[in-house]
């Protein structure tokens, strides 16, 4: 089977522009979730989609936000991108709600300049 | 916000030697789980315990889990090169709204 891909792997944005970062789960997943990784926070939780509906939200302002397409992939956008949105963004996908390991992608590393 | 917090930092070894990484956390968890990540990549995951468990094995792995002290620890035996990544603990809370709550990572390198 083939993993959890996130496309694109490395983007470069300015401030104020908006950005968005996709994530097709390993086929038959159907939970996909986000995180962030930042040198400063480490690695914090975004969101959680499970068939197209948003199931969990980190504390993160309403500047991200998500979504989920009835084939399982999965979207996040950020608007008015700020220098502290640079980071790793990675996404990971499970079977179901209630599975618990975690399958990650490579990441997707946004630079905000 | 963080919920686990490995220790060391840091460690630095030589090949062949174990390595032991601790993991502290904070409020009552469903499960506890060790990644690897390499270089800034996505991590791989590598053994999760249940909240009713005390160890479990995979391969040169090896987990402990107590639940009244609400810490971890991973042991890698027999370490390679291979084995140089940073290492996070990640917690599923109970009741929690986080799908995981990871910890800080801990920097394992192994010098062949």
């Known amino acids: 089977k083939a993993g959890v891909t996130q496309t694109p792997r490395y983007l470069i944005k300015t401030r104020g522009q908006q950005v968005t970062l996709s994530c097709s789960p390993i086929?038959?997943?159907?939970?996909v979730s986000w995180y962030q990784q930042t040198p400063g926070q480490g690695l914090q939780f975004l969101f959680e989609?499970?068939?197209?509906?948003?199931?969990n939200k980190g504390n993160f302002p309403g500047r991200f936000s998500g979504r989920q397409f009835s084939n399982s992939r999965s979207e996040m956008n950020v608007s008015t991108l700020e220098l502290g949105d640079s980071a790793l963004y990675l996404c990971?996908?499970?079977?179901?709600?209630?599975?618990?390991?975690?399958?990650f992608g490579p990441g997707t590393r946004l630079l905000v300049l | 916000s963080q919920q686990g917090e490995e220790d060391p930092q840091a460690l630095s070894i030589q090949e062949g030697e174990n390595a032991t990484m601790n993991c502290s956390y904070k409020t009552s968890i469903n499960n506890l789980q060790w990644y690897r990540q390499n270089s800034g990549r996505g991590l791989v995951h590598l053994i999760l315990i249940r909240s009713n468990e005390r160890e479990k094995h995979s391969g040169r792995l090896r987990v402990t889990l107590d639940t009244s002290k609400k810490s971890s620890s991973l042991l890698i035996t027999a370490s390679r090169a291979a084995d140089t990544a940073s290492y996070f603990c990640a917690t599923e809370r109970q009741g929690g709204s986080e799908k995981l709550v990871f910890g800080k990572g801990m920097k394992l390198t192994v010098n062949p």
């Open positions: 989609y499970f068939s197209e509906t948003q199931r």
């Open positions: 086929s038959g997943h159907r939970s």
């Open positions: 990971a996908s499970s079977p179901t709600r209630i599975a618990e390991t975690q399958y």
